[in-house]
């Protein structure tokens, strides 16, 4: 072992996999989910025979993006994390990347060097912590928990995907009926805490649904996230209306500006993943306490280091720190769990697409990961904890090749069945 944690581990080979696993008809401002998720799983192979695992979008602009950056990190060494964002920050100069970010419209204006550094320095960290001996939490400072709690991801949605037989969720369109799926999500799960995607519905419908869950669950803490649906006279109105009701209210309305208005007008916490998505952000909203939360992302904030960066940051201004989630497998569960185990103020529930997720859809062997009364425990072996299912992996590539789906686009199928669907922001 003291060999192995001596050596240097240079990178011999970059593997990038796309896949593609069964998702649900899950209802946002901006669409709905097609019937597959798209992700790249990314494996970093060593000269000294480790292996690095790295998980993150999978759209077309972002792989051919990962596969610039993947050739030129050969030789670099593992532990040289400065060396790897220098290659990939040269590969990616210039490209905006507002093309295949994986995020169907809503975080637009996240670095595309970090979405890019993301997964190949969390495939770092799992060789470091495979060489060491060490879970990746030790490598970020030490767990300062030993479980991670996960909040409930309430989604309006369709009974099942059009033409096909409904699904084991059924339909939720109204109050009554995301009330039951947050019964069955507590009861399976056991979350703590809830939170609501709307910007789907006109906002008293969605206010309406979020009075049923307290009414329902007096004692969880509650969200609701309409990604910016709402103008900033609306955002106002409904967010006094839930002032006392709801933990925080995400993205009311879009921009920092909108969002400064409506933080002076209501007293519950705003809380963001589309106004602060980049290190750039940050200043502009402090200066105009424009945020009191801020979700943070490894995927697109540059990977765990970067995310404790941010959550440094948070702490000096006296932001909150919150988790972001996107359609996610196991490898990422992993990070996001080591993340929020070695960063003491993350203090609110993490998001998790989890649930949504078939259950024998995944790319990492069962048994590593799972959830205990709302929480994720931290996994305890070296490196992320995770291994690789290389026959599970074969088969979700499998799905990717014949799924014919490339890049996410949830407005694009809504229009399939709703051609005049415009989601244009503010929708109310
Ligand atoms: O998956 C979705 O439909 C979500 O709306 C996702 O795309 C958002 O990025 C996210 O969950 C959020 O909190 O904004
Ligand atoms: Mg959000």
């Known amino acids: 072992m003291r060999d192995a944690a001596m050596m240097e581990h240079r990178i011999r080979e970059v593997r990038i996999t796309p896949?593609?696993?069964?998702?649900?008809?899950?209802?946002n401002t901006v669409g709905v989910h097609e019937p597959f998720a798209l992700r790249a799983v990314i494996e970093v192979l060593t000269d000294s025979g480790l292996t690095g695992l790295g998980e993150?979008?999978?759209?077309?602009?972002?792989?051919?993006?990962?596969?610039?950056?993947g050739a030129a990190l050969v030789g670099v060494d593992v532990w040289h994390l400065n060396e790897l964002a220098r290659r990939v920050r040269a590969v990616v100069a210039g490209d905006h990347g507002t093309r295949g970010h994986g995020m169907s419209g809503m975080v637009t204006g996240s670095s595309t060097a970090d979405r890019v550094l993301s997964p190949f320095e969390v495939a770092c960290l799992d060789i470091q912590g495979k060489a060491l001996g060490r879970p990746?939490?030790?490598?970020?400072?030490?767990?300062?928990?030993?479980?991670?709690?996960?909040?409930?991801?309430?989604?309006?949605?369709?009974?099942?995907?059009?033409?096909?037989?409904?699904?084991?969720w059924g339909e939720a369109l109204t109050p009554d009926q995301i009330v039951a799926q947050a019964r069955r999500m507590v009861d399976e799960y056991g979350f703590g805490a809830i939170k609501l995607k709307g910007g789907v519905f006109p906002p008293e419908e969605e206010v309406a649904a979020i009075h049923a869950l307290r009414v329902a669950f007096p004692d969880h803490p509650l969200r609701v996230d309409p990604n910016g649906a709402w103008s900033v006279e609306t955002a106002i109105r409904v967010g006094r209306e839930l002032d006392g009701v709801i933990e925080y209210l995400e993205d009311p309305t879009t921009g920092i500006e909108g969002m400064a208005r409506v933080a002076e007008a209501v007293s519950t916490p705003l809380a963001t993943n589309m106004c602060v998505v980049a290190f750039d952000h940050v200043r502009p909203a402090v200066a105009r306490s424009a945020v009191g939360v801020v979700l943070s992302d490894h995927h697109f904030w540059g990977g765990l280091h970067r995310s404790r960066t941010l959550a440094g940051i948070c702490d000096t201004f006296a932001l909150g720190l919150s988790m972001h989630s996107n359609s996610h497998l196991g490898i990422s569960l992993a990070a996001m769990t080591h993340l929020a185990a070695a960063t003491p103020n993350l203090t609110y529930a993490c998001d998790t697409h989890w649930p949504w997720k078939h259950?024998?859809?995944?790319?990492?062997?069962?048994?590593?990961?799972?959830?205990e009364a709302g929480a994720v425990p931290v996994p305890t072996a070296p490196g992320l904890g995770v291994e690789l299912d290389r026959d599970a992996l074969a088969r979700l590539h499998e799905r990717y090749l014949s799924c014919g789906i490339r890049e996410r686009d949830d407005t694009g199928y809504l229009r399939r069945f709703e051609p005049a669907f415009d989601p244009t922001a503010p929708r109310w």
């Open 56 to 69: 993150t979008y999978g759209d077309a602009g972002h792989l051919d993006r990962l596969r610039l950056a």
């Open 136 to 168: 990746v939490s030790d490598l970020l400072g030490g767990a300062v928990r030993d479980r991670v709690d996960y909040s409930a991801y309430l989604f309006y949605k369709w009974a099942g995907h059009p033409g096909a037989e409904p699904d084991h």
């Open 19 to 27: 896949v593609a696993f069964r998702d649900l008809p899950l209802l």
């Open 359 to 371: 259950p024998e859809d995944d790319v990492v062997v069962p048994g590593a990961l799972r959830f």
